[in-house]
């Protein structure tokens, strides 16, 4: 097969994955998403290798938006409380690396809103307060060798590796987010754009 025809066949099976997870999206789980973050005095932002890169940009969009938005481990972050919400991605439910993210975030009060590709992860059944299951498959890592491990299920197969899928849906669906956001806070992509870095 030359690259021509490799590309071609992956741009169609990639859009046409995307579409299946976009139409498997729970339409609660969205609207519970959306005013979580409304709600939020603080909105913190987190997640570890390529989905915490997708989800950088979302964090990008909320301080656009206007609400007190922090990447989780900026220098500059400030401390955690009531009232807040932490939005982290954990595509297997039980990643390491956020256990004691989520531990502490815990201590303080704040709603946890975690996304994932395994809502039956063990995180994420004990210390999410808000879900968003995205059907998409996830990189299970060490995870996917475990008997005892739980298994994905009710999720869009894909023909990318390890975990492509869901790290583009990440990025693609918070963009639909903001989208939906600018509306339910009234404001315009002109209010977004007065709130653009303006030194570069």
């Known amino acids: 097969m030359s690259y021509i025809d490799t590309y071609q066949k992956f741009a169609r099976a990639i859009v046409l994955e995307h579409d299946a997870i976009f139409q498997r999206l729970d339409m609660g789980q969205l609207k519970d998403f959306i005013d979580a973050i409304i709600e939020a005095k603080h909105v913190f932002v987190h997640g570890t290798g390529r989905e ?100 994905q299920h009710d999720v869009v197969p894909t023909e990318q590796p390890m975990g492509n899928q869901y790290e583009q849906h990440l990025y693609l669906l918070m963009d639909i987010i903001a989208i939906l956001l600018k509306d339910e806070m009234g404001q315009s992509y002109a209010d977004m754009e007065a709130r653009h870095r303006n030194v570069e």
């Open 52 to 151: 915490g890169i997708s989800m950088r940009g979302f964090a990008m969009r909320l301080a656009h938006l206007g609400k007190a938005a922090y990447w989780l481990m900026d220098d500059t972050t400030i401390g955690m409380h009531e009232g807040d919400l932490l939005i982290i991605t954990d595509g297997r439910g039980d990643v390491g690396i956020h256990r004691r993210i989520v531990q502490q975030a815990s201590k303080t009060g704040a709603k946890i809103a975690m996304i994932t590709g395994l809502p039956e992860g063990k995180l994420v059944k004990t210390y999410a307060d808000l879900i968003l299951f995205v059907h998409s498959t996830v990189y299970m890592g060490e995870d996917a060798k475990d008997p005892d491990a739980p298994k």
